[in-house]
């Protein structure tokens, strides 16, 4: 079992700047991909950047240029940071972080509110 804890949501205004956290604890399994997802009222819950093991990434075209995930491998946990620039209205959801450990599960956080608005 992997245990997910986000941080880092709230409200931000148009053209400013937010960044989102996800620990995992990893005491028995290797993480591989980390990604974040993201869900907005009446939509589906749509992919946004991916990040691997060795530290490639992808983003989602909506927010290339703008997002920016990284992450930090400690001895017991790895964290997923989402650095969001010049966020848009259309950013806001929930976000969900992702894990898949190298017996490849899933899991999730439970998610944390992102509201752009001027």
């Known amino acids: 079992q992997v245990q997910l804890v986000e941080s880092g949501g709230g409200s931000v205004q148009p053209g400013g700047s937010l960044r989102l956290s996800c620990t995992a604890a990893?005491?028995?399994?290797?993480?591989?991909?980390m990604d974040w997802y993201r869900q907005a009222p009446g939509k589906q819950r749509e992919w946004v950047a991916g990040i691997g093991n060795g530290g490639s990434t992808s983003y989602a075209d909506s927010v290339k240029g703008r997002f920016t995930i990284s992450r930090e491998n400690a001895l017991n946990t790895v964290t997923v940071y989402l650095q969001m620039n010049s966020p848009k209205p259309d950013d806001t959801a929930v976000y969900y972080c992702s894990v898949t450990t190298s017996l490849g599960k899933k899991y999730w956080g439970q998610g944390t509110q992102v509201t752009v608005s001027s």
């Open positions: 990893k005491r028995y399994f290797v993480i591989n991909d």
